[in-house]
Nanobody, 125 residues
Framework: DVQLQASGGGLVQPGGSLRLSCVAS????????IGWFRRVPGKEREGVSM????????NYADSVKGRFTISSDNAKNTVYLQMNSLKPEDTAVYYC??????????????????WGQGTQVTVSS
């Protein structure tokens, strides 16, 4: 069975940091791109970042550039999203997704092959 297990969310104060993890199983990890999306109730799902496990290329939405870093550990079949300088507007449920093809950070993700469950990130004082 294919699984994408997202974890690492929580409550953090503005300016703080969190690291999200997405552990993948059931498909050939290094042949896929894996990325993160987020959704706030009542709003459209938003792309955050993506990394290609084929060539290491990565991209970020403008709203997170310079604050978030995506990385991949092929030995652990895990993609990480290091989130620094968090802002209240980063509050959302974060989801990881995987597809054989890379995608733009502005893609809504509707046709991506695999999705994980969400992890809640709340940035509040």
């Amino acid at each position: 069975d294919v699984q994408l297990q997202a974890s690492g969310g929580g409550l953090v104060q503005p300016g703080g940091s969190l690291r999200l993890s997405c552990v993948a199983s059931g498909f050939t990890f290094n042949e896929y791109a894996i990325g993160w999306f987020r959704r706030v109730p009542g709003k459209e799902r938003e792309g955050v970042s993506m990394i290609s496990n084929r060539d290491g290329s990565r991209n970020y939405a403008d709203s997170v550039k310079g604050r978030f870093t995506i990385s991949s550990d092929n030995a652990k079949n895990t993609v990480y999203l290091q989130m620094n300088s968090l802002k209240p507007e980063d509050t959302a449920v974060y989801y990881c997704a995987a597809d054989p093809t890379v995608w733009s950070p502005y893609y809504s993700g509707e046709h991506l092959k695999y999705w994980g469950q969400g992890t809640q990130v709340t940035v509040s004082s």
